[in-house]
Nanobody, 121 residues
Framework: QVQLVESGGGLVQPGESLRLSCAAN????????MGWYRQAPGKERELVAS???????TYADSVKGRFTISRDKAKNTVDLQMNTLEPEDSAVYYC???????????????WGQGTQVTVSS
């Protein structure tokens, strides 16, 4: 079974930075896309950034120019560098991986457990 383990959340002040990391472990043949969603209280889950194998990353408009997503394909990890954080960035951040467990299996999406990011003075 595939597991996604996240780390790096916490409490920071506006304007500061955080780096989130996520590692996919288990039976993995190939990862198609990795990325991050977030969900704030009372709001829907939104896509923050994603990075497929075949093209450049995509970002939510609200984080463009401040957040950078990167992947290490050899290690099956994805990081999210978050700079110039704003209170509106406060949310639980979820890592996801859209992947093939085996060469013969269908693609499935797996999720991390979520990590809290709080931006407050």
């Amino acid at each position: 079974q595939v597991q996604l383990v996240e780390s790096g959340g916490g409490l920071v002040q506006p304007g500061e930075s955080l780096r989130l990391s996520c590692a996919a472990n288990g039976s993995i043949f190939n990862i198609y896309i990795m990325g991050w969603y977030r969900q704030a209280p009372g709001k829907e889950r939104e896509l923050v950034a994603s990075l497929p194998d075949w093209r450049d990353p995509t970002y939510a408009d609200s984080v463009k120019g401040r957040f950078t997503i990167s992947r290490d394909k050899a290690k099956n990890t994805v990081d999210l560098q978050m700079n110039t954080l704003e209170p509106e960035d406060s949310a639980v951040y979820y890592c996801f991986a859209d992947l093939y467990e085996f060469y013969y299996s269908d693609r499935k999406v797996f999720w991390g457990q979520g990590t809290q990011v709080t931006v407050s003075s």
